[in-house]
């Protein structure tokens, strides 16, 4: 099998105008979304059966798809079928309508996109043992992006197979449904609340754990051997279930309601004392200056700032603990102010204490023992029971009277997931599970899953759903980001997608949904939850970053605020750059970094005088979302560059400086690959790229001389040497063949192409590239993997 359809495939994943389409990440209007997918899905085949026309198979033929016409031949063909039409149709021929072909080129598909997905094909200079040690070891994969772009294409090669297929077998029911929703969001260009409703329905289906699963995730004592796992078409809560989470049987962990309710009943019970206490009795710590000898009576020393402080900082676990330290606030004045000296102060504290007993502290108690018990009943209540799939095919058995009637009343109780509403969304728990070798079904119907999430064409759709939700939604209404309905549930299916190059590796041993990052929810071998750092601690930093970039773009000439900030009436925000520590294994949040730059920087969104604050805070965020690393974000670079030229000869050379500036600072950074992954990367042929297409527009937007100089610096960047002295090492990649540096070489090659001889001559000596053998290799070259 993998013979008669390696060429296929290969071909498919080769296609030039799909890895374009498939590396525009971000675009500018969902017109451009639509035209940039016309290549997506074009799989066609003709039936050639006597007195039948010719009809196409897949539905979902576009743009350049040759249309149904009869079979007589009268009409030539005015168009032909690209080369991923000939290759799904290949593939179709090919399985025809077995099964188990089906379940074999999508195994095999899941294995090419666990080697080359998610970005792993940019490390080329890495061996295949180690590209699969970085990609199993989830804390070190740098590498692997959001952003797969055109690396990811065996994932819309997936959906291509089971969109085309025709009936497919009932373990794939849900899976095509899937399929269904995200090509019909992908087609219009937008994804709407309804259809994530929809995707997670099925995902609660796909990833739906068994029993045994359960009972492992909650560690349960029973060893009783259980059935292999299997998918079922039911999402009907066990009738033991107690919980609202989408696996009933699993416990809920409520310690963050009570944390913060006990810090909310107790902060308004610390303000009732500093009411009751006019003279500020017990508000600050006593000292020696104004009690001689305190700290020899006192052996803890208490005041109602303290435990406001420990209110705070959530140090009371209880309010037990709170009751206890207020007795002792009293009982170390009474202890301190004997005798007659002391008794205005002891009868103030027994004035306090019984004001303190009797209304504060018995509301309080009150108040944190009814919301809990009205948390805990909500807990108890019996949830909605989700819907199950309406679409189980029907037995040829014709059913009886009993039957029918059952089957009339669950569809009268019940939904199918087709109908699920914006008001069904809701981010799916986190999980976590390691299957035994019986358990293991072939193809990883988990695994498939992430990779439809995966398919870059549907990354696209659910980043610009992202960004509208950020600007329209959470900025137009001043609200958290992490408050929107949708917004963690797009993020958590982002996340599922960054994953499914795990997965597919694990080759279904191992399944896990990340978390949506509402609650800080740790799972086993974790040290920290990037999901609750990305939604509830930095996307309100990102929100800030979009404020202060429009406060910029006010201030700057021909903003409403231009004269208010020359009187120094207002001042430009500051430049966020410690904020950002800590951030380079938010994945999900630098691809929505990368997407705002990417919308600011299209003509219409920003003017040259704004753009020159505007840009060092984007370039800020990402140096510390990605480590300093972007050597590999092929997507982004690819929509800058799409956005950029779009000025065309209108480029302001400000904007072309800064975009040079920052690019070639990427490539010097030394720490983070060695010099070979830096000179192969896709930065530097995306760099040599933007400057060959804007060195076409003419010299009023890039000059020859310029251009020639920031080549110049790009090889001297790459190859961490410096400008004007020959770089050996690119030299030497220069004059061999190696296949990670041809599309590098290309653009160079294209630059000194349109220059005069003489002048390419010369660049060429300055470089060290005018002899065509290869020179030795430089001192400690020897070694080249990345540390």
Known sequence: LADLLRESVDKYLTDTELAQSADLAFVGTVSERRFATKLRRMGAKVSEGAGHTREKISTLASIGVTKAQSSTGNEKEKKTNPSTAVAVTTIKETIGKRPKLLGAILDMLISEHATKGGGLDYIKTLSMKKKKEKLLDGTKAGSISILGGSTNLSCPLVADILLTFGQLPRSYEVLDIMARILDAAVQSGFISDNSIAQIQ??????????????????????KDKVEGTKIK??????????????????????????????????????????????QGLFLNQVTDAIAPGYFSIIDKPICIRAMEEKVMSSTYKSIDEYKDDTLLLF?????????????????????????????????????????????????????????????????????????????????????????????????????????RKTEIVVPSMQCLAAMLLADPFVVRVLMDRIQKILKVDVLKTKSVPAGHHALPSIFQLLNIARISTQLCALKGKRCYIPDAGLRNVLTDGEEFNPSYESTRNCLPLFSKLLLDAELDRRMAIGGDLHEAALQDILTKPELQIKEWDGTSTLYDLRAVVEGALVYLLQPGNTNEAALQAQFPRFEAALDELSGGNMLNERPFFVSMAHALLRFKSKL???TRDLVTGCMIKWLKKEEIATPKTAICSPLHECFMHLLNEWSSLGNLVLPRDLFLSLGEEAVAASSRGAIGQKCQRFAKLW??????????????????????????????????????????????DEKQDDP
């Not at 329905?201 to 029973?222: K, M, Y």
């Open 735 to 780: 004059a061999s063949d190696d296949d990670c540096f041809s599309a590098v070489k290309e653009q160079y090659t294209r630059m000194l192409s349109g220059t005069p001889d003489a002048r390419a001559l010369q660049w060429k000596e300055t470089i060290g590239i005018a002899d065509e053998s290869p020179p030795a290799s430089p001192p400690g």
């Open 201 to 222: 329905g099925c995902l609660r289906t796909i990833f739906r754990p068994s029993q045994a699963e359960q009972s492992q995730s909650i560690q349960s004592s029973s």
């Open 331 to 435: 009982s170390n004045c009474c202890k301190y102010n004997t005798g007659a000296a002391g008794q205005w102060f002891r009868t103030e504290a027994g004035r306090q204490k019984k004001i303190w007993k009797e209304e504060i502290f018995s509301e309080a108690k009150s108040k944190f023992k009814a919301d809990m018990a009205k948390r805990k009943n909500s807990l108890k209540r019996k949830p909605k029971p989700p819907p199950p799939l309406a679409f189980a095919p029907g037995k040829s058995d014709k059913p009886t009277s009993s039957a029918t009637e059952s089957r009339a009343k669950e569809a009268k109780e019940d939904k199918a997931i087709n109908n699920l509403t914006a008001e069904d969304v809701k981010p799916l728990p986190p999980w976590k599970y390691k299957r």
């Open 652 to 654: 302001p050379h400000s």
């Open 233 to 278: 078409l039911s999402l009907k809560p066990t009738k033991a279930s107690t919980s609202s989470s989408m696996f009933p049987d699993l416990p809920v962990d409520d310690s963050q309601f009570e944390r913060k309710l006990l810090q909310r009943v107790l902060k308004k019970a610390i303000a009732s004392m500093k009411e009751h206490d006019p």
